[in-house]
């Protein structure tokens, strides 16, 4: 008498190669090139803006006010700076206060973008290396998370502007809007750039930290640009791209237009960075799961 084995289930289910196919499809790696990637990331805004939402909703989890903390931090600092700024530089509160407001308003848009670009493949890496992601969109959050941030400061500005200088907004204050445009379109190359090269060399992430504490002093935020004069003012001011950034937002808000020079370098510096950025991202968008 023989016995036989209990029958399995593969005696009841062959593997067909269809299965096969169809499970090696679902789990193929994203090959898709980085012009791909950048346009399929903006095809996505639905999925970058829920992940930026979900991001501030859970740094202010618990909070009542939630992100208006950092207005109210920015209104106590505006206060006391500006309080010193008065005097320091020999001007009226109508003409600094909304001077420093709408600065450290773009300040901080800016340097927000560039410190947390240092960790944007370190952090993100549970979700594009369990599913097929477009690492643009995550770029694309940053931006739109510092964006909605900006949105709550903006409210320090209007403050200081109605309560100081009402005369300061007029048609010309719109100009603002294709401005933060330019920075939004900048911060996003900024966000995929640093990413990649601080995912690779982790000690570039200091390095940019202390830039970030150095370039607040240097840059014209707390200080009028035309205080400087000759060779110092070519050098902090006229080939310093931050203050190029900062001013095509900063200039239509206390009711001037941006200069022509503004402009030039605030487009030069946005073509030359989407440029090296491509190239950048291009050649290393596949070793960024390895990296993590």
């Known amino acids: 008498m023989s016995i036989s084995a209990p029958p399995t289930r593969w005696d009841h289910a062959p593997v067909r190669m269809t299965d096969l196919s169809q499970n090696a499809s679902s789990v193929r790696p994203l090959v898709t090139s980085a012009s791909e990637d950048l346009v399929n990331g903006l ?21 009542i006010i939630g992100p208006f903390w950092s207005a109210i931090s920015l209104m106590i600092f505006v206060a006391a700076l500006g309080s010193i700024g008065v005097g320091l530089w020999n001007q009226t509160a109508s003409e600094y206060i909304p001077f420093l407001a709408a600065g450290l308003v773009v300040w901080i848009l800016i340097s927000s973008i560039v410190t947390e670009s240092c960790t944007l493949f370190i952090t993100g890496q549970n979700l594009y290396r ?73 000690d570039l ?40 950034l900062i001013e095509i937002v900063r200039a239509p808000l206390v009711g001037q237009a941006p200069t022509l020079e503004t402009w030039v370098a605030a487009l030069i510096i946005t073509a030359v960075g989407w440029t090296m950025t491509y190239v950048f991202f291009d050649k290393f968008r596949k070793r960024i799961a390895y990296w993590a």
């Open 43 to 63: 095809t996505k805004a639905s999925v970058s803006g829920r992940l930026g939402w979900l991001d501030i909703k859970r740094r202010y989890r618990r909070t």
């Open 130 to 202: 369990q599913m097929r992601f477009d690492y643009s969109v995550l770029a694309y959050a940053l931006v739109w998370r510092n964006f909605a941030v900006f949105l709550h400061n903006l409210i320090v500005y209007f403050a200081c502007v109605l309560f100081f200088a009402p005369h300061l907004l007029r048609p010309v204050t719109l100009l603002a809007i294709p401005g933060m445009a330019v920075v939004l379109l900048n911060g996003a190359w900024i966000a995929l750039f640093l990413g990649v090269v601080c995912l690779r060399f982790r």
């Open 205 to 244: 992430q200091q390095f940019v930290s202390t830039m970030i504490q150095i370039i607040i002093f240097i840059t014209p935020i707390f200080w009028p640009p035309e205080l400087l004069k000759g060779m110092h003012r070519l050098v902090f001011v006229s080939f310093n791209p931050i203050f190029h």
